[in-house]
T-cell receptor, first 116, second 114 residues
Framework: QQPVQSPQAVILREGEDAVINCSSSKALYSVHWYRQKHGEAPVFLMILLKGGEQKGHEKISASFNEKKQQSSLYLTASQLSYSGTYFCGTAPLRATNSGGYQKVTFGTGTKLQVIP | DGGITQSPKYLFRKEGQNVTLSCEQNLNHDAMYWYRQDPGQGLRLIYYSQIVNDFQKGDIAEGYSVSREKKESFPLTVTSAQKNPTAFYLC?????????????FGNGTRLTVT
């Protein structure tokens, strides 16, 4: 089942902060975050594997609340280069199929625009 | 530099024709995937392969077929049975299971069927 992302779109001025949320109806094994610029391939930002884990990538960080089955992506002091669509992907916490495969299902994305 | 190459970038076909999208990787990754992207719908998994000569259906496999004869290559055929083939198609790979390793994406093929 597809995770739900919010907000669907956000406009920021350079230097402002933003939070993008991703929630699932299922218990989660991992949460992935990607950013995609228009017409380009999605680029990996980070994976969060443990409950309560927090990771950072420059001024972008994320948290994973295993109990609430949700993750949040934090963008601080936004830059023009942060513009794009952010996708979360979730892998469920359940028995894997043969070979250990866990499928990642992506949300519909959050479109972020940073303006000068 | 290692990466994933998708070709062509733009593809135009007439309705009723089969078309094959190419995906090649030199990352030595075991797993490869095909996603379809439509506006406002995120990425939806079509097929995936964890190892050579083996592949599995994803969420929207109807009207598509794949092969995995070589580790480096995972071509996708969009058949005439696919009712709405016009979309942006992304190929990806990962070193191991998708749950705990990042996906590396190609630059995509935009298919237009008229």
């Amino acid at each position: 089942q597809q995770p739900v992302q919010s907000p669907q779109a956000v406009i920021l001025r350079e230097g402002e902060d933003a939070v993008i949320n991703c929630s699932s109806s299922k218990a989660l094994y991992s949460v992935h975050w990607y950013r995609q610029k228009h017409g380009e391939a999605p680029v990996f930002l980070m994976i969060l594997l443990k409950g309560g884990e927090q990771k950072g990538h420059e001024k972008i960080s994320a948290s994973f609340n295993e109990k609430k089955q949700q993750s949040s992506l934090y963008l601080t002091a936004s830059q023009l280069s942060y513009s794009g669509t952010y996708f979360c992907g979730t892998a469920p916490l359940r028995a894997t199929n043969s070979g250990g495969y866990q499928k990642v299902t992506f949300g519909t994305g959050t479109k972020l625009q940073v303006i000068p | 530099d290692g990466g994933i190459t998708q070709s062509p970038k733009y593809l135009f076909r007439k309705e009723g024709q089969n078309v094959t999208l190419s995906c090649e990787q030199n990352l030595n990754h075991d797993a490869m995937y095909w996603y379809r992207q439509d506006p406002g719908q995120g990425l939806r998994l079509i097929y995936y392969s964890q190892i050579v000569n083996d592949f599995q259906k994803g969420d929207i496999a109807e009207g598509y077929s794949v092969s995995r004869e070589k580790k480096e290559s995972f071509p996708l055929t969009v058949t005439s049975a696919q009712k709405n083939p016009t979309a942006f198609y992304l190929c990806a790979s990962s070193p191991q299971g998708q749950g705990n390793s990042p996906l590396h994406f190609g630059n995509g093929t935009r298919l237009t069927v008229t």
